[in-house]
């Protein structure tokens, strides 16, 4: 018996969470490694919400996505940023 894909793409509007360390140009990098993944992503979306002592930033933003291998293509290159702590 075959196994039906947890996630049926594509899907619109996938949510994604971004936590880091804040930074005047982190939400610009984040969003310009989301875009290379989605070229229909609009960095306008995002929505910022910094740590209770503004050390860190959390990013809510939502992607069209098309595959899985799209998916972790993704979230490996958001972990390689040196200012990522979590990609949810």
Do not use: W
């Amino acid at each position: 018996m075959e196994e039906k894909p947890v996630i049926e793409f594509p899907v619109d509007d996938y949510p994604i969470k971004v936590i880091g360390a804040a930074g005047e140009a982190f939400l610009a990098e984040v969003a310009a490694i989301v875009q290379g993944h989605d070229q229909a992503f609009a960095a306008d979306t995002v929505v910022s919400q910094p740590s209770s002592k503004g050390r860190y930033v959390s990013l809510r933003l939502s992607i069209r996505a098309t595959s899985e291998a799209q998916l972790k293509a993704l979230h490996t290159e958001l972990m390689a940023h040196p200012q990522v702590k979590l990609v949810l």
